[in-house]
């Protein structure tokens, strides 16, 4: 009101929520979004059943897609599936652990807003925390290399052993090693991994065990020509970018033929045309042709009774991917074709798989692209051990970029929680006790490990303070057993995975703890389901 007036600030039906009710609402969506996730941690989490709109079923345990598939309206929750989905991007694995953590450092903050310290104070403290965390975790890695085999196998091990193929882990953990190791590259001294030199096949059918690493390339499709080879051994590969074809006009033409000689003679020059790419293709000495148009059935023909199998229109990816695991270079034109072009590969076979027909590509020397071939009896076991092996394949690429691994199964939370705990005495004021308070909330993984292990989470926690205050780094709860122990031999993930998840959940909470009016906006109404007749004004005639 001014002067007796009534000042409009915001539209009609706009919701508004301001100080202690807008943080209090901001921390029950996040918590809530957090506990969703927070029983599926560890090796003894539950799995939870997703039915979207359509009927459609996931039944997973990954953090990142359960909370890709939930509806999620909110927008304080909106921001927590959003840590989960860079922390997926970033490292491929610990996308639960950041989305918990957030949410404690949220109910820590509510707790300490409840004793009259400022939200300001509370967000310094925490930067504080982060960064002296994030320093002793720099401590407290080790080195990896590709030489430590084993290591790599417990660190892919350790992003699927919560997954519904846990029991599948070592078979699976080692083809994920394979698959990095044979696409790792360097930039200057710095070792690369680029996730998509690793492509992903998926058919139903078949055991888990037999999903398997093909190194090389899988494409889509068969033989153009039912005379054609279904097997090519020390295969030379020709990859095209143009059709092997006549090339159409870019403009409408028109020919006008007056004598049937005439029409003998145009057939003729088409056909010597053709002939042409196809003995250019066959000089070069290629005895497979991938082209990403169309192949004319002439030259199909031809190229049959040349014993060269070619596949038409294949996606410009796999040509990409071919390229990189042949050696192959992609040819504009097909009379240009030389033999330095063509790339080499021990076996292209054609496969049926399921309903499917399939090339596979195999065998290639200097392979910078390789394929995994999963199979399942179902397609929620194939799309699971999709995603598990997608996780394991980025941690242990991340591992080899950064070159440093940390212990896991909590272990790693509570040497930091330790840590800062003897630090805050030296911080001081206010920010002293969100610096505690961040201490406390890094216990809420070792807590969460047991409490859905079915441990005693006051006896573990008590035992796993007394053995890292006594130097036990190592220390962290093994869920296998039920005991307290030492992980290193078990549980061991990426530097990163740490460091994105005390960053993500820091930077998300401080930002949430900012935040003092929440204004929505009135929602625009539903656009109508369907059309109306003519003349028809929406009701119902009687």
Do not use: W
Request: charged content about 30%.
């Amino acid at each position: 009101m001014l002067a007796g007036t009534p000042v409009i600030l915001l539209r009609e039906g706009t919701e508004r929520a301001q100080g202690s009710e807008a943080q209090n609402e901001i921390i029950r969506a996040a918590r809530a979004i957090a506990d969703s996730v927070r029983s599926t941690l560890g090796p003894r989490g539950r799995d939870k059943m997703l039915v979207d709109s359509l009927g459609d079923v996931v039944i997973t345990n990954d953090g990142a897609t359960i909370l890709k598939q939930m509806e999620i309206e909110h927008p304080a929750a909106k921001m927590l599936a959003e840590v989960a989905k860079a922390q997926d991007q970033e490292c491929g694995d610990g996308t639960k652990t950041s989305v918990i953590l957030t949410g404690e450092l949220l109910h820590r903050a509510e707790e300490l807003i409840a004793e009259k310290v400022h939200p300001t104070l509370i967000v310094r403290g925490y930067q504080i925390a982060a960064e002296r965390a994030l320093e002793r975790l720099e401590a407290i890695a080790r080195p990896v290399g590709p030489s430590d085999l084993e290591l790599l196998r417990r660190i892919a091990m350790t992003s699927m052993i919560s997954k519904g193929v846990g029991g599948y882990r070592v078979e699976l953990a080692d083809l994920a090693v394979r698959a990095v190791r044979e696409v790792m590259d360097t930039r200057g001294t710095r070792p690369v991994f680029d996730r998509k030199n690793v492509q992903v096949v998926r058919r139903q059918g078949g055991d888990i065990r037999d999903t398997e690493l093909i190194e090389g390339h899988i494409v889509e499709g068969a033989g153009v020509h039912s005379a054609m080879p279904k097997l090519v051994e020390s295969a030379k590969i020709a990859l095209f970018e143009a059709p092997l074809e006549v090339k159409k006009t870019e403009f409408n033409a028109e020919i006008r033929i007056t004598e049937s000689a005439q029409v003998e003679s145009f057939l003729r020059e088409e056909e010597r045309m053709v002939q042409t790419m196809v003995e250019a293709i066959v000089r070069s000495g290629a005895t497979v042709v991938f082209a990403e148009k169309g192949i004319d059935d002439l030259a199909a023909e031809h190229l049959a009774r040349a014993g060269v199998l070619a596949l038409r229109r294949v996606k410009r990816s796999d040509l990409e991917l071919l390229a990189r695991a042949t050696g192959a270079r992609l040819v504009a034109r097909p009379v240009d074709i030389e033999p330095t072009d063509l790339g080499a590969a021990a076996r292209v076979e054609e496969r049926k798989i399921g309903d499917d027909r399939l090339t596979l590509i195999t065998g290639c020397p200097h392979a910078k692209a390789v394929t995994i071939l999963i199979r399942g009896g179902t397609t929620h076991v194939v799309e699971e051990v999709d995603r598990s092996l997608a996780d394991a394949i980025m941690t242990v690429g991340t591992a080899l970029e950064d070159g440093r691994v940390v212990t896991g199964a909590g272990a790693a939370a509570v040497e930091l929680s330790q840590h800062l705990r003897d630090f805050a005495a030296s911080v001081g004021g206010r920010e002293q006790m969100a610096v505690e308070a961040f201490a406390d909330a890094l216990e809420i993984i070792p807590v969460t490990l047991a409490e859905n292990a079915g441990m005693d989470t006051i006896n573990t926690l008590i035992e796993l303070r007394r053995l890292h205050k006594g130097g036990a780094m190592q220390a962290g709860v093994n869920v296998l057993e039920g005991t307290v122990s030492n992980m290193d031999e078990i549980a061991v993930e990426p530097i990163r995975v740490d460091r994105q998840i005390l960053r993500g959940a820091t930077e998300t909470s401080t930002m949430l703890l900012r935040i003092d009016d929440v204004i929505s906006a009135k929602r625009s109404p539903a656009p109508p389901t369907g059309p109306k007749g003519p003349g028809m004004s929406g009701e119902e005639f009687a």
